[in-house]
């Protein structure tokens, strides 16, 4: 740790050379420019020429002033080179803030084929921790030698030790490749989509297979290349064994419930389930996402996202409307009509109410039944079909409004509960 | 934007380091107060000899960081090929070394020229620690480019159980005995010593042209017979001769003192070591090697005195002795140490070897440096016989003469 220590103070005393700090003072300077002239120009404000004509300029306006101190480094780092000949460190700081400047532009265009939320999360998980990693460790290239501080040993394990550049690709490498497989995996998933025309969960699910897949081969290569011990990894294999049986065991059994599920594809991103909602009946819920530990699953009624251990739709059983068969949900309404009204016509009105409802699918046509003969009303039902299966509560209330509005307008009647009481004539003992 | 937040972030602190720099904050322990030394690896010495030179010298930084513990010096190596790339690409972001070791002081000249080095002052009683004759050849228009730091010799080294004792006189080494084989270099220091041997000076002193076409003729005519004998081979490299000699394929090479080590590793005891065979005219002077320490053209003050406190550490009595004493195959260049030649054989050769050597300034290295091609096509028209020797003759001549003279004593 003491090297560390070493390193650091080293790269300090490089920062007393006047031809550095010319450097970085000249960068300073030109950050000082750019912000005059930012507040001056208002780029990212202003409406600019063409943009009517061509609306991807709309775009790229957030990226106007990140441009202009671009702009500002490059020339300050021209001129210091014809100045004085030393500018490197100078023109390293231009070159990764144009990096910077092309990942942004690389982030804006991929908002075209991803949604916005993939593109922010790979924004925040992968591109802005890689820039900091690329930028911090060419940055410390310019001063020193990278492989001599990458080679410090900072874990001793008996006669073993892991080296500092073991230690970051370990940690960071796994990070990344962990980060890093999504998009690829979603890319490879996309064409197999596309070839085999495959459904969206389906989709969904190949895509977390391959990704799994890519982590597992990027693990085995980052042990590899970090040259870790092959006894210390038996060693921990050992010890994973242990804490398997122990404390281990529900997260462990939790991963291999969630790559079965995906191979089987019983639960796949996507779906829909009926989930036990705590005595308050069953709620529908789409699967959002299927994680190595738990399944998160969105809930409609009150927008709750809920994260339930993957072994849960191992040990018990699970309603789907998004099966084998189709994605179509049969939703019913039961309603009740006097006597007097002919069944017949009860029921082609039900029919036709349904069919007048958005959303309720035409084919499958809805059907009415005469359920039975109640003490004061027949009971009817309409059963329809939806498409979407966490439409169905929102439907139902729907369907039956516009069976209220009808049987108004129909004259038909709804009936309160009729009890007729007969007083009997020749109870024995009334009059004793 | 976090990359323009993390950019601000990165040139506020190295304001502010810069800041603690120059308000002097930099003179806390540690902070502002590292150097950092290059060592060139040159390629005539061998990995066994530049792993013992790299352990001394990281060893003498300890021992100086121990002395001074605010003060730390900080080692790389580099090899010859990759010296200038490598200061090139240092110099480029203002970052060139403090001090470079230089394995000879032939590139010296190039290097200053090139920006990457600055003179450096040294007061008298600094001056006292390397001899006149040594700092001289490491002055340039009056400036004092370069401080030495140890000496290397050139001498011969033959393998005792063929060759029992090292040929006296280059006609002793056309005279082959049973099963020799003799191997020489058309290197410039390799013809340097045959030609000095039949009195060509090579390196001129001041006020001082003489026109001797026919020394260089006799020798010439020398270089031509000896290739002709069966037991000489002559190699363009200085590597060759050494490996020649560790694998058997030689037995007699002239050879640099940097080799001793790893030849002893293989031949034991077997080494012979000896003086190079005097030529009619005298006795052989070849050149002189000088480790040389170059001051970097960037250093911060504080830096460039903490590089010149080290270099005249290392030249200090105590270092030189602990140096010359565990290297074995270096001469110290202060002239205050006493040296045990008796104890030791080899070093007494050295220290011969060293005392007939000539060391070139360092106008003559850069001119040699920049005709070593055409030294080198001159021996080989003599060698192959495409050229009579006294056309060769008149053209070696041409070029010794215009080779710049040596700067007078100050």
């Known amino acids: 740790m003491n090297q560390l220590l070493y390193f650091v103070l080293d790269l300090l005393a490089d920062f007393t050379r006047v031809a550095v700090l010319r450097q970085f003072g000249a960068m300073g300077l030109a950050f000082g420019l750019w912000f005059i002239l930012k507040s001056q120009l208002k780029l990212e404000r202003r409406r600019w020429l063409g943009e009517g004509r061509w609306p991807f300029l709309k775009r790229l306006k957030p990226l106007a002033n990140a441009a202009l101190l671009w702009l500002c480094f490059a020339l300050a780092a021209a001129w210091l080179l014809a100045a004085t000949g030393v500018a490197d460190l100078a023109r390293y700081l231009v070159r990764f803030y144009a990096l910077c400047m092309l990942s942004r532009l690389g982030l804006i265009l991929l908002l075209n084929y991803l949604p916005a939320k993939v593109v922010q999360r790979e924004d925040l998980q992968l ?26 040993q900072v874990i001793a394990l008996g006669k073993d030790s892991l080296s500092l550049g073991a230690l970051l690709l370990l940690s960071l490498g796994t990070y990344f490749v962990i980060v890093g497989s999504e998009l690829p995996a979603m890319g490879i998933a996309a064409l197999i989509r596309r070839v085999f025309t495959i459904s969206m969960p389906a989709y969904r ?23 870790v011990n092959q006894a210390l990894i038996a060693a921990v294999g050992g010890g994973l064994s242990v804490g398997l049986g122990f404390g281990l065991k529900e997260i462990f059994s939790n991963f291999i419930s969630g790559l079965w599920l995906l191979l089987e594809g019983a639960v796949r991103p996507g779906d829909v389930l009926l989930l036990e909602s705590g005595g308050n009946g069953e709620d529908p819920c789409e699967v959002l996402e299927l994680g190595m530990r738990a399944t998160v699953l969105w809930r409609d009624r009150d927008n709750v996202e809920l994260v339930v251990p993957n072994q849960t739709f191992f040990t018990q059983s699970m309603v789907t409307y998004s099966g084998l068969r189709d994605r179509y949900r049969r939703g019913q309404v039961v309603v009740q009509a006097a006597y007097r009204h002919s069944p017949r016509i009860v029921i082609a009105l039900l029919e036709d109410t349904a069919r007048s409802v958005p959303r309720i699918l035409a084919h499958p046509a809805p059907k009415g039944l005469l359920l039975g003969y109640g003490d004061s009303a027949i009971t009817y039902a309409i059963r329809y079909w939806i498409e979407n299966p966490m439409d169905g509560i929102g439907l139902a209330s729907e369907v039956g409004i516009a069976i209220w509005e009808v049987f108004e307008r129909e004259e038909i009647e709804i009936p309160y509960p009729q009890y007729v009481w007969h007083q009997a004539e020749d109870v024995p003992g009334k009059n004793a | ?94 970052l060139t070394p403090d001090l470079i070791l230089l394995a000879s002081s032939r590139d010296l000249l190039t290097l200053h020229q090139q920006g990457f080095s600055t003179p450096v002052e040294l007061s008298l009683e600094e001056k006292r620690s390397f001899p006149a004759w040594l700092l001289t050849p490491l002055r340039y228009r009056g400036e004092q480019l370069g401080v030495p730091l140890f000496m290397v010799s050139t001498m011969a080294c033959f393998d005792r159980r063929r060759i029992p004792f090292s040929p006296q006189d280059l006609s002793d080494l056309l005279r082959p005995e049973d099963g020799s084989a003799l191997a020489l270099s058309t290197s410039l220091n390799g013809m340097n010593w045959i030609l000095t041997g039949f009195g060509v000076p090579l390196l001129p002193l001041p006020g001082r042209r003489s026109n001797r076409q026919s020394q260089v003729l006799l020798a010439l005519r020398w270089v031509q ?25 030689f037995l007699w090479i002239p050879c640099s003192s940097v080799w001793i080590s790893s030849l002893r590793q293989t031949l034991g005891a077997n080494l012979g070591v000896g003086l190079l065979p005097a030529g009619p005219a005298g006795v052989a002077k070849p050149l002189m090697g000088v480790s040389t320490w170059m001051f970097g053209s ?20 105590v270092n030189q002795r ?28 050295m220290d011969v070897a060293l005392r007939n050597s000539i060391l070139p300034t360092l106008e003559q290295h850069h001119y040699f440096k920049l005709k070593d091609e055409q030294i080198g096509l001159l021996a080989n028209q003599v060698l192959a016989r495409s050229q009579d020797p006294l056309a060769v003759a008149h053209d070696f001549q041409h070029l010794l003469e215009n080779a710049p003279a040596a700067e007078a004593q100050p």
């Not at chain 2, 960037?298 to 830096?303: A, E, L, M, R």
């Open chain 1, 205 to 227: 699910a190949i895509s977390m297979l391959i990704r799994y897949l890519l982590v597992a081969v990027g693990f085995l290569l980052i042990l590899a290349n970090a040259g």
């Open chain 2, 298 to 317: 960037q250093s911060s003050p504080t830096q460039r005195k903490l590089a010149k406190k080290f270099v005249l550490f290392a030249g200090n009595a």
């Open chain 2, 1 to 94: 934007m976090i990359c323009r937040q993390g950019l601000v972030i990165l040139l506020a602190l190295s304001s502010a380091i810069s800041a603690c720099g120059s308000l002097g904050i930099s003179r806390l322990p540690a902070v502002g107060n590292t150097i950092n030394v290059v060592l060139e690896l040159s390629p005539q010495v061998d990995s066994f000899e530049q792993a013992r030179l790299k352990t001394l010298l990281e060893q003498e930084a300890i021992e100086f960081n121990r002395l001074n513990p605010h003060q730390r010096v900080r080692w790389h190596s580099v090899s010859s090929e990759r010296l200038q790339q490598d200061l090139k690409f240092r110099a480029a972001r203002g």
């Open chain 2, 322 to 349: 602990t140096m010359m004493l565990r290297l074995g195959t270096v001469f110290p260049v202060n002239p205050a140490i006493l040296l045990p030649l008796n104890a030791y054989p080899t070093l007494s050769v």
């Open chain 2, 225 to 249: 017979q000896a290739n002709l004998q069966p037991h000489i081979t002559f190699v363009s490299s200085e590597e060759e001769l050494r490996r020649g000699l560790a694998e058997g394929r």
């Open chain 1, 127 to 152: 591109v802005r921790p890689l820039l900091v990693v690329i930028g911090v460790t060419r940055l410390y290239s310019q001063f020193a030698d990278l492989n001599e501080l990458l080679a410090i």
